[in-house]
Every structure is written in C-alpha cells, then in structure tokens.
Nanobody
Framework: VQLQASGGGLVQAGGSLRLSCAASGRTFSSLHMGWFRQAPGKEREFVTVITRNGGSTDYADSVKGRFTISRDNAKSTVYLQMNSLKPEDTAVYYC??????????????????WGQGTQVTVSS
C-alpha cells in the first residue's frame, strides 16, 4: 500500500486547511485510516481515525470539535479538515492505514502503512 499525503502549508491561527491522503495498492475500503502528527522534538501522536466503511471515527481530545476526518472509498482518499487551527497544531501530519480487520487504536503500532508526511505550520 502506498499513501500520498498532501494539502499542508502555512496558515494563520484561526484558519483552516484540508489534508488529503490518496491510497493505492490495495482495496481502499478494506483499510482503516488514521492521521498522526509529529512536532519537532516530540513523539508521533494520534490525531484521528476512521473505520473501513466510515461508520466510526475517533479523535484526540486536543482536536475534537475542530478537526473532521472523512473518506471517499470511490476515490481511495481520506481527508482531514482542520478548522480553528492553533500554533500548537504545527507538525508534520502523517496518514496511516491498517489492513487488519479489527479497528485500530491510538498507537502507531496499530497501523501497517504510512505516508510520507505533509508539513502544517500555524502562525500566531
């Protein structure tokens, strides 16, 4: 499975960005999809996840109410809509996929494939 993330950039605090992650190499609807982020000097942390059929989502407390994950199985793409961005959201954002049947948790070890990351910078 290959994952290609895009959509990052520089935005002012309070602004919005939408990240996309296109998948190839495996039937997309068989994959649970997640987003993680990693700020300089910090560990990679869970942001959000969506199950294979889009029926269930979960969010880190730090992004609840501001970020929304969605997927389009016909386009083999998962999205992360980020609103009300804060400087502390600055990080490299990674999309990840899990091929195992059970839904993933919040650990990086729960995922089997990773994209290359896209930089999000929020200025104050």
């Amino acid at each position: 499975v290959q994952l290609q993330a895009s959509g990052g950039g520089l935005v002012q605090a309070g602004g919005s960005l939408r990240l996309s992650c296109a998948a190839s190499g495996r039937t997309f609807s068989s994959l649970h999809m997640g987003w993680f982020r990693q700020a300089p000097g910090k560990e990679r942390e869970f942001v959000t996840v969506i199950t294979r059929n889009g029926g269930s989502t979960d969010y880190a407390d730090s992004v609840k109410g501001r970020f929304t994950i969605s997927r389009d199985n016909a386009k083999s793409t998962v999205y992360l809509q980020m609103n009300s961005l804060k400087p502390e959201d600055t990080a490299v954002y990674y999309c990840a996929a899990r091929r195992r049947l059970t839904a993933p948790g919040t650990s990086v070890d729960d995922y089997d494939y990773w994209g290359q990351g896209t930089q999000v910078t929020v200025s104050s």
